[in-house]
Structure formats: C-alpha cells, structure tokens
C-alpha cells in the first residue's frame, strides 16, 4: 500500500505544473483576444432636433451621388464617392457632416466613417446653393459587400 500511495503522490506532484502550464497559456490566450479585439464603435454627434426638423421640411438634399473604385499606384484600392448637396432652406449652413455607413453581405456593420462635406473654410454653404462633394476611402475591410454605402446626415451647424 505503501507504494500505491507513492505512485499516487508522484502523478498528482507531476499533474500540478501541467494544470499550471494550461492555466498560464489559457489566460494569456485570453489576454491576446481581448486585446485584438476592435474597439466598440464610437457614438457620432447627435443630430440636433432643430437639424431634424430642419432636414424633414427638405433643406439639404444630396444629388448625383455615384461610387467609383480604382486601383491606386500602390496596387491599392481607392474608392471614391461624389456627389452634390444642396441647401434649400432659408438658413445658412456652416457645417453639414456625413455617416458614410459600409455593410457586410450579410447587413451587418463594417465600417462607419464620418466627414464633413460642408466646412466654414470652405465658405459653408447659403440658402440656395448647391456644393459638390468628393469621399475617398483606400482602406476599407475586406469583408466590405461593395454597394453604395448609406449616407447620413450625422450634423449640421447653422450660422
């Protein structure tokens, strides 16, 4: 008996690194995945009631929007859209921001970008006046479905 509890005290004394060891790695296979994992998407502005409303009565509206794709110099892919807004209400714009929102086959999210189409450098933009717009994307995901992405207005700022 003697001995079977020494054979005993040997497997459980050689079994403990071992647990240790699969802790030690399944931890830090933990630690690598938390770690890689994308950030959780990051909350825009808000579009102001005013904006909304502003919106809804047809005072910004986007025309003539195409997407195009080339291949850049570095064997990259450069996708490109254009368009025109233009601000048919009676208030001056200083600022108007786009959510350029990009899909998976499957309509789930893979991207949203935001960014200005209308800036107070640029002038802003007047009642009645129309500005094109130009969005250039060279690093988009891969899992992207290739469609038109949905753009929305994510702000506007009047004067």
Request: charged share 20%; hydrophobic share 40%; glycine share 10%.
């Amino acid at each position: 008996m003697a001995v079977i509890s020494g054979i005993k005290k040997e497997k459980t004394g050689a079994l403990v690194p071992l647990v240790i060891v699969a802790l030690v790695l399944g931890l830090g296979g933990f630690l690598f995945w938390y770690l890689q994992r994308p950030a959780p998407p990051q909350p825009g502005p808000v579009l102001s009631e005013e904006a909304r409303t502003y919106i809804r009565a047809g005072g910004l509206k986007l025309s003539g929007v195409e997407m195009k794709a080339a291949k850049s110099y570095m064997n990259q892919m450069l996708v490109e859209i254009t368009g025109n807004i233009t601000n048919s209400g009676g208030r001056p714009l200083r600022q108007v921001d786009l959510h350029c929102v990009f899909y998976d086959p499957y309509g789930q999210l893979v991207l949203r970008d935001l960014t200005s189409i209308v800036k107070q450098k640029a002038g802003g933009l007047t009642p009645g006046e129309t500005k094109s717009f130009r969005l250039a994307f060279d690093t988009l995901p891969e899992s992207w479905n290739q469609q038109m992405p949905q753009l929305v207005i994510a702000r506007i700022v009047f004067e």
